[in-house]
């Protein structure tokens, strides 16, 4: 293969040696597939042509946070307004049917929530941990007290920054607000007014 005469240092490579590293490809695919080298070989020059065409292509490429369960990293930005809208609406999607209160229907509710929450960011608001053991809210709720849950969610809801926590979608106090949407949305109204009052 022949190679590009200089190496650039600018971000993006020159159209010559894009185009020199095309040429140098293209006659490489000519030969015939049963007599291609297992390997392929390019010199330093089209490596680093291949590099900042690969950096410039990241460069260009737009930070994408999809609503799908995906949870950007601490070090990504967060979505806009509308964005982050957007996937609070698709993960706190209420429950069907709506749970109405009665003994008969709570374990099939709680399936569904179990099922549902594998997939959620509020996932690990779901599990409370009471003297180094770690409890399933939803699994083992008759194994934790009201005062235990009534005082985690005091502690949650009167912290001094929850105004910029509840809009951190990596925060607890987050996942907190977005799971109790959905799960005040997945009541019955009639249940839910019996709730409230």
Same mark, same amino acid.
């Given at each position: 293969?022949?190679?590009?005469?200089?190496?650039?240092?600018?971000?993006?490579?020159?159209?010559?040696?894009?185009?020199?590293?095309?040429?140098?490809?293209?006659?490489?695919?000519?030969?015939?597939?049963?007599?291609?080298?297992?390997?392929?070989?390019?010199?330093?020059?089209?490596?680093?042509?291949?590099?900042?065409?690969?950096?410039?292509?990241?460069?260009?490429?737009?930070?994408?946070?999809?609503?799908?369960?995906?949870?950007?990293?601490?070090?990504?930005?967060?979505?806009?307004?509308?964005?982050?809208?957007?996937?609070?609406?698709?993960?706190?999607?209420?429950?069907?049917?709506?749970?109405?209160?009665?003994?008969?229907?709570?374990?099939? *509710?709680?399936?569904?929530?179990?099922?549902?929450?594998?997939? /959620?960011?509020?996932?690990?608001? +779901?599990?409370? !941990? $009471? @003297? %180094?053991?770690?409890?399933?809210?939803?699994?083992? *709720?008759?194994?934790?007290?009201?005062?235990?849950?009534?005082? /985690?969610?005091?502690?949650?809801? +009167?912290?001094? !920054? $929850? @105004? %910029?926590?509840?809009?951190?979608?990596?925060?607890?106090?987050?996942?907190?607000?977005?799971?109790?949407?959905?799960?005040?949305?997945?009541?019955?109204?009639?249940?839910?007014?019996?709730?409230?009052?």
């Amino acid at each position: 293969m022949s190679s590009t005469s200089t190496s650039n240092t600018s971000p993006l490579p020159s159209s010559t040696e894009v185009n020199q590293l095309l040429q140098d490809l293209n006659q490489h695919g000519a030969v015939s597939p049963s007599r291609m080298p297992s390997n392929i070989t390019i010199t330093p020059s089209q490596l680093d042509t291949v590099v900042r065409l690969i950096r410039h292509q990241q460069a260009q490429t737009p930070d994408s946070t999809t609503a799908l369960g995906l949870i950007p990293s601490r070090t990504q930005r967060l979505p806009d307004f509308h964005s982050l809208a957007k996937y609070e609406e698709i993960i706190s999607k209420p429950l069907r049917p709506a749970y109405d209160g009665s003994p008969d229907g709570l374990i099939p *509710f709680l399936n569904r929530l179990d099922i549902r929450r594998q997939d /959620e960011s509020w996932y690990p608001i +779901t599990f409370i !941990t $009471i @003297q %180094n053991t770690r409890y399933d809210l939803i699994r083992q *709720f008759t194994e934790i007290g009201e005062s235990v849950i009534l005082a /985690e969610t005091n502690l949650c809801w +009167t912290s001094p !920054t $929850i @105004q %910029n926590d509840k809009f951190d979608i990596n925060h607890p106090t987050y996942q907190a607000r977005v799971l109790v949407k959905l799960l005040l949305a997945s009541l019955t109204e009639e249940f839910c007014i019996t709730v409230l009052h």
